[in-house]
């Protein structure tokens, strides 16, 4: 066990529908870090939290936004889904906001499934 | 840009096999670099990392070695068990200050008793 929760684990929706992932980060951790896992794309960078402020911008779509609350927990909203949205969303969370020795540890992740 | 190159899978071996999982990889400055690991139906796991050339990761077994020189971090064990069967993922970390995780494709991994 890691220490970083997300829910839900699954969720299956329709195409053109909103949807909100929840992470929450090991206690004593400040950055928040967004990965989806795809079968064609494999595993890619979405957006990454420190305290609260946006910090780094990946292959997020304009139809995906995050906000990090102030309490650190994380919430990645997806909108105007797509049949390719279908993958496993991975959260990570890491004490700082990088450095060589800051390690990021993941979610169990949420599979999410377009119809 | 920065990159991550693995070996493909799937890579099947017998239990008490020796293991080598190729990993290499394409950067500048000077990254972080990571294994994960992806047991089936489970989250992304550290299995062990290396902040600076010639580091020794370890961890359950598994070795890697940062080379600078050939810009590698094989994952190696000496004697897999059936448990070992999984998905493993080498990254590296961008050595900007945000060092988001740059993924290699993940190797398959499955042992046979």
């Known amino acids: 066990d890691s220490g970083v929760t997300q829910t839900p684990k699954h969720l299956i929706t329709a195409t053109g529908q909103r949807v909100t992932l929840r992470c929450s980060p090991r206690?004593?951790?400040?950055?928040v870090y967004w990965y989806q896992q795809s079968l064609d794309q494999g595993l890619q960078f979405l957006i990454q939290?420190?305290?609260?402020?946006?910090?780094a911008k990946g292959n997020i779509l304009e139809r995906f936004s995050a906000q990090q609350f102030p309490d650190l927990h994380s919430e990645l909203n997806l909108s105007s889904l797509e049949l390719g949205d279908s993958a496993l969303y991975f959260c990570a969370s890491s004490v700082a906001a990088g450095g060589p020795t800051d390690t990021q540890y993941f979610g169990p992740g949420t599979r999410l499934t377009v119809l | 840009g920065n990159s991550v190159t693995q070996m493909e899978g799937p890579v099947t071996l017998s239990e008490e096999a020796f293991l080598t999982i190729n990993c290499t990889y394409t950067?500048?400055?000077?990254?972080?670099l990571f294994w994960y690991v992806q047991y089936p139906g489970e989250g992304l796991q550290l299995l062990l990392k290396?902040?600076?050339a010639d580091d020794k990761g370890s961890n359950k077994g598994f070795e890697a070695t940062y080379r600078k020189e050939t810009t590698s971090f094989h994952l190696e064990k000496g004697s897999v068990q059936v448990s070992d069967s999984a998905v493993y993922f080498c990254?590296?970390?961008?050595?900007?200050?945000?060092?988001?995780?740059?993924w290699g494709l993940g190797t398959s991994l499955a042992v046979n008793p």
């Open positions: 290396a902040t600076k």
């Open positions: 990254a590296l970390s961008d050595a900007g200050n945000n060092r988001k995780l740059i």
């Open positions: 206690s004593g951790d400040l950055s």
């Open positions: 939290y420190y305290n609260g402020e946006e910090r």
């Open positions: 950067a500048t400055g000077y990254p972080s």
